[in-house]
């Protein structure tokens, strides 16, 4: 195993996923910084980091296994992300499992996944006593889609009326999706719920 300065690696089975993720990162890291993986053995062959890594896992099919990716990381210099679909209870445990210290959806934007894996913002791994507990990854992935999106217009600063005029709802409509919401995560403010929802990379920061 050789030694690489500041690699990305993409752990997938989904094999095209995974190169596009490498291309679209290999635009700011470099052709021969980015690796993808498919299972154990890829995982193996990985060089070591000589600088800071961020290892991207696919949080529906990683491909190689748990075990194998919690001892591939390196402990020290190594940002971690998740990504996936639709974020459910499944994926809470396996973020949680790998210490996961920043997740995002599929569906982002370029900027949003660049920002994700070189940005500079600090978040907490899903580990750690400041982080997200394994309790608050499991509420959060009980929200449906629409929960997510209503609160991630909220985040954004919409007022409920605009974010009812915007998804062709009733305010009435808004404010139960809110008030369930704050049911699901056990929060009384909104604040608090976007927090938690930032913090699980399900709401990109303000």
């Known amino acids: 195993m050789g030694e690489a300065d500041g690699i990305v690696v993409v752990v997938s089975a989904r094999r095209l996923l995974a190169e596009a993720l ?30 800071r890594s961020s290892w991207l896992i696919d949080l529906d099919d990683t491909g190689a296994s748990r075990a194998a990716i919690a001892a591939t990381i390196p402990p020290a210099l190594a940002r971690r992300l998740g990504f ?7 994926h809470a445990d396996a973020a949680f499992a790998l210490g996961l210290t920043v997740l995002f959806p ?42 997510i999106e209503v609160l991630r217009l909220l ?20 404010e139960t999706h809110k008030r369930r919401t704050f049911q699901k995560l056990d929060v009384q403010q909104q604040g608090r719920a976007v927090a938690l929802a930032v913090e699980a990379g399900l709401v990109p920061p303000v």
């Open 22 to 51: 490498c291309a679209l990162l290999a635009e700011r890291c470099g052709d021969e910084r980015c690796h993808a993986v498919h299972d154990d053995l890829q995982l193996g062959a990985v060089p070591s980091a000589t600088g």
């Open 106 to 147: 599929l569906a982002s934007g370029v900027d949003h996944v660049h920002d994700a894996v070189f940005g500079d913002r600090r978040t907490s791994s899903a580990t750690e006593a400041k982080g997200l507990t394994r309790r608050e990854l499991a509420r959060l992935a009980t929200l449906t889609p629409r929960e």
């Open 84 to 90: 996936y679909d639709a974020f459910t209870a499944r």
């Open 155 to 174: 985040a954004g600063g919409l007022a409920v009326s605009a974010v009812a005029r915007l998804l062709g709802i009733t305010a009435h409509t808004v």
